[in-house]
C-alpha cells in the first residue's frame, strides 16, 4: 500500500482529505429546535401580559424551556481528521471556534467498536484524548488517512470479543 493511495481502484488522497464524524446536529433538526424554541418562548412571553398572579409563574418555565431551544438551534459541533490532525469545530450562532491536535502530538490511537460505529480514540501524551464516533463504511478511509500522516502510529482495537 502506497502512502498516497489506499485502494487500487481509487484515486490517490488530497493534501486536504478530510474524514468527518457521522455525527452532527442536522441543520433540519437545528431549524425545528429553533422554531419550536421561539414558539414557547412566545406563549411565556404571553403570559406575562395575563394579568393574573397563576400566569405569571407559569410564565418561567415556558421561557425558561423557550430560551434553551433557542440556544439550541444555533449550536454546531463537528470532529473530523485531515491533514492538520483531529479537529473540533464549534460554531455557535455564526462564531466558529476550532481546536487542533496536531497528528505530531497524537500517541496512540484505540479503537472500540459497537454496532455500526467505531470509535476513535487519539491519545496525546499525558494520557488524555479526543473521542471521535464515525460509521463503520468509514474505516478504511480512515485507516487510510491515519497511514497517511502517520505512518508510524498503530491503531490499537480495544473491543472485546
Known amino acids: 500500500m502506497s502512502k498516497t493511495s489506499c485502494f487500487n481502484n481509487e484515486p490517490p488522497l488530497e493534501e486536504t482529505s478530510i474524514l468527518t464524524s457521522g455525527f452532527a446536529f442536522p441543520k433540519w433538526m437545528r431549524g425545528i429546535t429553533f422554531v419550536v424554541g421561539f414558539l414557547i418562548l412566545a406563549i411565556g412571553m404571553a403570559k406575562l401580559f395575563s394579568m393574573k398572579i397563576k400566569g405569571l409563574m407559569l410564565m418561567f418555565p ?8 433557542l440556544s439550541m438551534g444555533g449550536i454546531n459541533n463537528s470532529m473530523s481528521i485531515s491533514s492538520e490532525g483531529v479537529i473540533y469545530a464549534r460554531t ?11 497528528w505530531e502530538t497524537v500517541q496512540s490511537v484505540a479503537i472500540l467498536r459497537k454496532k455500526n460505529l467505531f470509535y476513535a480514540r487519539f491519545f496525546k501524551e499525558d494520557g488524555k484524548g479526543w473521542q471521535i464516533p464515525f460509521r463503520s463504511d468509514q ?3 480512515f485507516q487510510c488517512i491515519v497511514n497517511k500522516y502517520r ?6 482495537d480495544k473491543t472485546k470479543v
Open 62 to 69: 415556558y421561557v425558561l424551556v423557550g430560551i434553551v431551544c
Open 139 to 141: 474505516w478504511e478511509i
Open 92 to 102: 455557535v450562532w455564526g462564531k466558529k471556534r476550532q481546536e487542533v491536535l496536531p
Open 151 to 156: 505512518p508510524d502510529l498503530t491503531i490499537e
